[in-house]
């Protein structure tokens, strides 16, 4: 089992000092990534944090989410971005609604596959959608 997957964490949020996040477990059992109760919760904090990086960032296209998410001095960032928009079937200049569920929950699981390298559970991107 993946990391991601031990820790209820399918897009890979970094425990951050300052952010408590809902269905957070603290302490958690990784020292680097954040532990959730469920994948729902998991699923929550990421759509959560891709909202806020609209609003408090000013991130527009997909290509400016990921490159803000997966950064190029630790991801092959360019390769995120590809294999996103080839699950999504837009193209990076694509501009999400952050407050339509059907296009977030699509964002989410593409991201949560290109992090886990395996199939989602899109009931479990919903669910997580659903606790916002």
């Known amino acids: 089992m993946t990391r991601e997957l031990r820790n209820n964490n399918p897009l890979n949020i970094r425990l951050s ?67 996103v928009c080839r699950e999504m079937q837009v193209p990076s200049s694509y501009v999400p609604d952050v407050n339509d569920r059907g296009t977030m929950c699509a964002f989410a699981a593409a991201m949560s596959q290109v992090e886990n390298g395996i199939p989602v559970v899109m009931e479990d991107v919903q669910a997580g959608w659903d606790l916002l």
Request: with cysteine.
């Open 17 to 83: 000092g300052t952010t408590r996040w809902q269905g957070e477990v603290r302490p958690s059992q990784d020292r680097s990534f954040c532990q959730f109760e469920s994948m729902a919760y998991g699923y929550r904090a990421g759509l959560k944090l891709l909202q806020n990086y609209r609003k408090l960032n000013g991130c527009r296209t997909i290509s400016d989410f990921i490159n803000r998410w997966a950064p190029s001095v630790e991801n092959n960032t360019s390769g995120y971005i590809s294999r």
